[in-house]
């Protein structure tokens, strides 16, 4: 079974999560960014989600992390599902 660990930032709007995307583009510390601005309880952590199994999160979530090419890419988002908008960073998948 597919497996990933990312840090997300989740905001309730999508102006938000673009604001906060234009930043962490300029070089912002996600792990700031997460602790100050994410709604999620893994804030604390900097927005570290761990280690999860593909089908484990919500399916837009889901789909962004395990979509093919998504380690390339250095951030993905704004990614809406029913909680609202996130910026993920996908630390490793396998």
Known sequence: ??????????????????????KLEKGADFYQLAKRHSMCPSKKQGGDLGEFKRGQMVK???????????????????????????LIKVLYKS
């Open 60 to 86: 837009p979530f889901d789909n962004a992390v395990f979509a093919k090419g998504s380690e390339d890419k250095p951030l993905i988002g704004p990614v809406k599902t029913r909680f609202g908008y996130h």
């Open 1 to 22: 079974m597919a497996k990933a660990s990312a840090l997300h930032i989740l905001v309730k709007t999508e102006k938000e999560a673009l604001a906060l995307k234009a």
